[in-house]
Nanobody, 122 residues
Framework: QVQLVESGGGVVQAGGSLRLSCAAS????????MGWFRQAPGKEREFVGS???????YYPDSVKGRFTISRDNLKNTVYLQMNSLKPEDTAVYYC????????????????WGQGTQVTVAV
């Protein structure tokens, strides 16, 4: 059974930083492209970035230069480092796995975590 478990969310002041982690189990992690999405209340799920099995990252313009995705295949973990956080970054952040390289479409991801709340206070 595949499990993706996010951690690291919380409340941070605007301009601050957070690092989210996603621990994977039940899959050959090093073979899979992984992604991060977020969803704010009343909004659709939004692509935050992805990283290929080989470590190549992809970002949308909305977070480019502020967010960094990395992975540790020995620890079966993918990370999302978020800097210069803004109130509009407030959302539930989801880890996802098993999709075409660089995919920004939530529909293409097979596995999902339960999400972790990130709140950016003014």
């Amino acid at each position: 059974q595949v499990q993706l478990v996010e951690s690291g969310g919380g409340v941070v002041q605007a301009g601050g930083s957070l690092r989210l982690s996603c621990a994977a189990s039940g899959l050959a992690f090093s073979n899979y492209n992984m992604g991060w999405f977020r969803q704010a209340p009343g909004k659709e799920r939004e692509f935050v970035g992805s990283i290929s099995w080989s470590g190549r990252p992809y970002y949308p313009d909305s977070v480019k230069g502020r967010f960094t995705i990395s992975r540790d295949n020995l620890k079966n973990t993918v990370y999302l480092q978020m800097n210069s956080l803004k109130p509009e970054d407030t959302a539930v952040y989801y880890c996802a796995g098993h999709a075409p390289r660089g995919s920004s479409s939530a529909a293409t991801y097979k596995y999902w975590g339960q999400g972790t709340q990130v709140t950016v206070a003014v």
